[in-house]
């Protein structure tokens, strides 16, 4: 026997309620980043490795383990989008519109990261973003990240969610934060893991994200950035503030906030959430004003984030309703016109479908099995009298209805 075939580590299928969960997150961010403005965008799943080599940098983990990287027949290499953003930048440049800022960007779709797999983690995974091009006011960091708190609650989930702020500063504040950093994270360097020692020269503020125990000990007492902020960059986050608050979105500061991605400065931010374990994040974004002068474009400066759309949907509380449609049950002789209903039935927009296989009672079983909320039963008698019995599957009740007035009557 041949052997049975599973879905690739990391991978899984979305069926059923696993499916309908995964759509109403979807349908929901873009109904409401409509209403923000955003326009919906779909940029290819691979892109030129170089979009993201060159953006996300050499220094970020992404790239250096997670990625999923091949040189494809032609012998150009090729990755499987691991975020939107770089690909967000490059399709503005290739597309001219460095002209028409700004541009305000909501996407949906699946990215791949060659993680360890485990609950709320995965090799392929989906998630939502958006993304504001072409604005540097403090006011943009706010829109964004209120539209994604409008998402979180239109789920029913803002009360397992916190959003979590922090700014980077800007050039000169991380610099100087990244000095302090440096010298503190070296005076301690003995009980730096292996990894965080080897971004104390590359990202040290990356140390701040470790997950390691002895690490997460250290950082606890590392300088925050706060008094390395040039008056400039504190201006701009105060400003943040204060627009987050006449939006009533509620935050939390919490000054270990970094992206692990190299572009990032000003503001960053992490929606977060103590209902899913170790996989706590559900999404984050943040400031990235050199991303597109990299990516060959000019100096757009842009902010933006992602969600995962995996993790909202484990947090949804009851799954979206299964779609209930009515069951056409012909008895007797009466298919054409049994067809001739369900053909009516769809024409008005109702879910419809026949239940023709077995015995009467055969069929009134499919009719509930489909989650039919009504099934409607012709019979050779009702022929003859231009009705069908309409019944109920809920109460039970049922009717003789005439075969015109049925779609009507389902409606
Ligand atoms: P990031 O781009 O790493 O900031 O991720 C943004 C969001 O995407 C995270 O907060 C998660 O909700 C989701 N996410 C990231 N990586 C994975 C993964 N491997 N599996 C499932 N969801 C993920």
């Known amino acids: 026997m041949p052997t049975e075939l599973q879905p690739a580590r990391g991978t899984h299928d979305l069926i059923g309620e696993d499916q309908r969960r995964h759509q109403f997150v979807i349908d929901t961010a873009r109904r409401i980043a409509g209403i923000y403005g955003f326009d919906q965008w779909a940029t290819p799943i691979f892109e030129d490795t170089r979009v993201f080599a060159r953006t996300l940098g050499e220094t970020s983990d992404v790239v250096m383990k997670e990625m999923y990287t091949f040189e494809d027949r032609g012998g150009d290499s090729i990755t499987l989008r691991p975020e939107f953003t770089a690909g967000v930048c490059r399709a503005l440049v290739s597309n001219g519109l460095t002209q028409s800022l700004p541009q305000k960007v909501f996407l949906a779709g699946p990215m791949f990261r060659y993680d360890r797999p485990q609950k709320g983690r995965y090799r392929q995974f989906h998630q939502i973003d958006i993304e504001v091009l072409g604005s540097a006011e403090p006011l943009a960091d706010a829109e964004v990240i209120t539209c994604g708190w409008e998402i979180i609650k239109a789920l029913g989930i803002s009360q397992q969610v916190v959003l979590e702020l922090n700014t980077l500063g800007d050039k000169e504040s991380r610099q100087a934060y990244r000095d302090a950093l440096v010298a503190y994270f070296t005076e301690h360097q003995g009980a730096l893991s292996q990894d965080s020692l080897e971004r104390l020269d590359r990202n040290p503020l990356r140390i701040l994200d470790s997950k390691d125990p002895g690490d997460r000990k250290l950082v606890a007492d590392a300088p925050t950035i706060t008094p390395y902020l040039t008056e400039a960059a504190g201006g701009f986050y105060e400003g943040v503030k204060r627009y987050l608050t006449l939006f009533g979105v509620p935050f939390r500061e919490n000054p270990r906030i970094v992206r692990g991605l190299d572009y990032y400065g000003h503001t960053a931010f992490e929606f977060i959430t103590t209902k899913l374990g170790a996989q706590d994040a559900v ?129």
Not at 330 to 349: K, M, S, Y
Not at 351 to 380: K, P
Request: net charge neutral; glycine share 14%; proline share 5%.
């Open 283 to 411: 999404g984050g974004g943040g400031r990235y004003d050199g991303l597109v002068a990299e990516m060959g474009g000019p100096q757009v400066p842009a902010v933006g984030w992602a969600l995962g759309v995996d993790r909202l949907a484990l947090l949804l509380d009851g799954p979206p309703a299964a779609p209930a449609g009515v069951a056409v049950v012909p008895i007797g002789d009466t298919e054409a016109a049994a067809l001739e209903i369900v053909q009516a039935l769809r024409q008005a927009g109702i879910r419809a479908e026949m239940a023709y296989r077995g015995n009467l009672r055969r069929r009134m079983e499919r009719a509930n099995r489909i989650g039919a909320r009504a099934a409607v039963i012709i019979g050779d008698d009702d022929i003859a009298r231009g009705v069908a019995q309409v019944k109920d599957l809920q109460t039970g009740e049922q009717e003789a209805v005439a075969l015109k007035d049925i779609p009507a009557r389902l409606r």
